[in-house]
């Protein structure tokens, strides 16, 4: 059972709003991702990290900028949130074998 | 990102039916390959994975085939339960610890 945690579970808010997607695991997991994905549709990485201090833009242009300055946590945040934004968010990290264990996701609504 | 695509977007079996998933993928220096289920309002959760130096792995009532000729992998559940319908994503990697590329999903609804 993988013990990774995201919060809100769910948030709707008005457009132009800050906000941040907390994502925690307590698995000391180096490797940590962020992916969106819409309903029914794949998944698109947006960001990812290596460890403490390492932060990388993954495959899918977002507007959003995340942070690793600790091991357990990596959390997201989008300055100014827009329609677009609406989504599902999915936190994962990865063992070193490289299998991916996800949260169970924030559901944003931009409004 | 590397394209992982599914065969067919949805599948419905009987209930206690084999069920087949099929996914291709178009990389073929891809060498770590894992199946994941989504239920609804929830995040991927693992099911089973294979590296490419097999071409068959079994797991508890799933197995997964992998044919790197023409690359592509399948999942095969026995006995197909109501509590299998989800959506299942196979994702590729190059090597163990780097970015996985997920396909579309395929939705498989169990009927009773």
């Known amino acids: 059972e993988a013990d990774i945690y995201q919060t809100p579970r769910y948030l709707v808010i008005g457009t132009g709003k800050k906000i941040t997607l907390e994502c925690s695991q307590t698995?000391?997991?180096?490797?940590m991702y962020w992916y969106q994905q819409d309903p029914g549709m794949e998944l698109h990485l947006i960001h990812y990290?290596?460890?403490?201090?390492?932060?990388e833009k993954g495959d899918l242009s977002s507007e959003s900028t995340v942070s690793r300055i600790r091991t357990e946590h990596f959390p997201l945040t989008l300055e100014s949130a827009r329609p677009s934004h609406t989504s599902q968010y999915l936190c994962?990290?990865?063992?070193?074998?490289?299998?991916?264990?996800f949260g169970s996701g924030t559901q944003l609504s931009v409004l | 990102g590397e394209n992982v695509g599914l065969h067919l977007p949805t599948l419905s079996v009987q209930e206690g039916d084999n069920s087949i998933i099929n996914c291709a993928y178009s990389?073929?220096?891809?060498?770590?390959f894992i199946w994941y289920k989504q239920e609804s309002g929830k995040g991927p959760q693992f099911i089973i994975d294979?590296?490419?130096?097999?071409d068959k792995r079994q797991g508890q009532r799933v197995t997964v085939l992998l044919n790197k000729t023409v690359k592509h992998l399948s999942l095969q559940i026995a006995a197909t339960q109501p509590g299998d319908s989800a959506v299942y994503f196979c994702?590729?990697?190059?090597?163990?610890?780097?970015?996985?590329?997920f396909g579309t999903g395929t939705s498989l609804t169990v009927i009773p």
């Open positions: 994702a590729e990697n190059m090597t163990p610890g780097n970015q996985f590329y």
């Open positions: 294979i590296r490419s130096n097999m």
């Open positions: 990389n073929s220096a891809s060498d770590y």
């Open positions: 990290s290596y460890g403490v201090n390492s932060t």
């Open positions: 698995m000391g997991h180096d490797k």
């Open positions: 994962a990290s990865s063992d070193m074998s490289g299998k991916l264990f």
